[in-house]
């Protein structure tokens, strides 16, 4: 037991701290309030190694660990926590189940130039009848030949309005209900695949969500990401990755509320004395600290798991589980140390706390984690 | 200040325990189960003094974990004992407390800031298997030791102690005390001073034992200092240094109750678990509830929480050079850890149903032995100040 960052991690972290501080953090109102998908922040963090940061140099990526992977997650999303999901989907959603599932034809011709960040991935399950409950999902996939041909809708997907790339799910033989269901890797641009645009939400707003329409998109049998019918498996490991990415993508999105309303508190001052000098808040703010360092240490001890070829299913779970609700106690609790003036856009808080809703839903809402680790609790123990 | 060369770590972000730890935590665990479990209902029913596991504790090498082998003690890291200590709470919070006390707030200072003399009277002693107690807490004077009246007062090569301390444990069968007392009422923290005070010392008594809500079978008593002389040499440290010398022993002691309140923890989630699996209703087991699921999830994941906490604290807690985070940590680890016990200690009882709530049933001598958790050892208000200290300055 040993916790404390390699020179390597220690140089990534002052790195992509720059970058965030310089590069992100200025836009991240803009593109909150506009919407628009910020591709060339995109591009900037495929030139610095982000968009496949756990990909090994072979396949385009930065050939890093997946602790290195959260510390990009958590600085890009302590300045911009839509620029920390676009990332996060990019290499959790899309590289990782490539390079785990993918062989080396599909490596080359998509996963190469989505590591480097040459095309931008998205992720393809959720439905408008099938979330939470991804094995009720209703779009086919029909083999003709060489093809499968594909019919069906998927919603909130994030990255979609301005992706290259979809990985897809759907089932090529209901009758096997989830084990009908199979992955495919699916450009954009194929024929009869259309997709809506932005939509405007709570928080997270510029990430590109919104729904993807098949109409006999033919897709090759060769962009079949693993056998038919092992899609199921594909997306729910996937899944148990991804969470380490949200995980850390609320731990960066806690620690910027959190510091926030740590300068603020000291500066802010009320009844002849600065806000830190009362009790009450110094207590916010030590529970506050006490469960974010939580909420790190838990999503660390994921990625270590992961890569140290350990079960971290579980630990996933609980690390998502624990930090999207770290997040959303300790931006309610920032916006409060700033009164009056966090629930203005002059400051960040407001929206360091809407960004924070919805790491507690998507890729799996709490309760989903909730259903995983009392899976593991009562059955696997 | 360190006890042995640390041999140097490469940084590195890494889990896991090393082997010895897990021998030591196994060996624990299989003791405290067949030794300690089978007799745990009745000594707290009768608020009986585990004085047998007690000498068991001393042979097995658990009472001088942190002492140097020059002295006769393992001389092992925080982290083991950490573990050591939430194997023995898992099965007996009360063994847990009179087993980190002695280590914690009586062999440690000793170890830390005794002259070598005085650790030579002391620790081997402590290490072989006698007990240790602390004496800091007075009636006036809890979380704010600057209120403290027992007094000392140098009498030619003695020292002369005046004054009452209160909720000592082990107090009455301890060997040594630890006894903090001001030695100069002009000069505030700087004019207390440690000492070690032994059992046998004239002057120094044990008043009557506390009645208390948990920890029924370790022992809390009042001690009362009247002319208690001692040789001058058991001064501990510099005279002066005494609120220094609290301070950075609360600041390991409080790890030790971090990992009491994970042997706590883990202990409810078992229990939970397992009566959740047995217990039917509405034709099912009650686990297969989601209302009851997701509080076993709850559990679960805040235990693995404070787990992380805890065993981060420790590992950094007598890193060479001293990491300036450890106190921070200790008591962020205490703090989060003494909560979610209690959290996971009523969620068991809950589980429980009306079970939970009669004698018989273990949660609910858990659910008392945990409160005292989030009090002693500084209370969760004092963490949060020690943790709002260190953001802020």
Redesign the interface.
Known sequence: ???????E?KLLQETVRQFATEVVAPRAKEIDETGEFPRDFYDQAGELGLTGVAVPDAWGGAGMDT?AYCLVIEEISRACATSGVILSVNNSLVCDPILKWGNDDQKERYLKPLASGELLGCFGLTEPGAGSDAGSLRTTARRDGDHYVLNGEKVFITNGTDADVALVFANADLAKKHRGITAFLIPTGADGFTRGEHEFKLGVNASGTTWLNFEDVRVPVADRLGEEGEGFKIAMATLDGGRIGIAAQAVGIARGAMEEA?AYS?EREQFNQPL?NF?AI??Y???M???L???R??T??A???KE?QKRYSL?AA?AK??ASEVAQRVTNKALQIHGGYGYTKEYNVERYFRDARITEIYEGTS?I??????D???NK? | MAVAEVPTVDPAVDFALAEDQELIREQVRRYAEERIAPGEAERDREHRFPADIVVELGELGLLGMLVEEEHGGAGLDPLTYCLAVEELARISPSVAVTMSVSNSVCCWPLSRFASAELKARTLPELAAGALGGFGLTEPGAGSDPSGMRTRARRDGDSWVLDGEKAWITNAGFARWYVVVAVTDPDAGKHGLSAFAVPADAPGFAVGKPEEKLGLCSSRTAPLQLTGCRIPAANLIGEEGQGFKIALATLDHSRLGIAAQCLGIHRRALELAVAYARERKQFGKPIAEHQGVAFKLAQVATELAAARVLTWHAASVAEATPPDPRAGRLASQAKLYASEAANRAVAEGVQIHGGNGFHADYEISRLYRDARVTTIYEGTSEVQRMVIARHLLR
């Not at chain 1, 037991?1 to 020179?7: A, P, Q, R, T, V």
């Not at chain 1, 984690?369 to 009392?374: E, G, L």
């Open positions: 037991m040993h916790i404390e960052l390699s020179d991690h602790v740590l000291q830190s009790q110094q207590f703010l030590a529970d600290s006490t469960e360092d939580a909420a240490l838990l660390w001890k990625a270590w798991a140290n630990e609980q589980l624990f309760e984690q909730k259903m995983v680790i009392a593991w609790v009562v123990a």
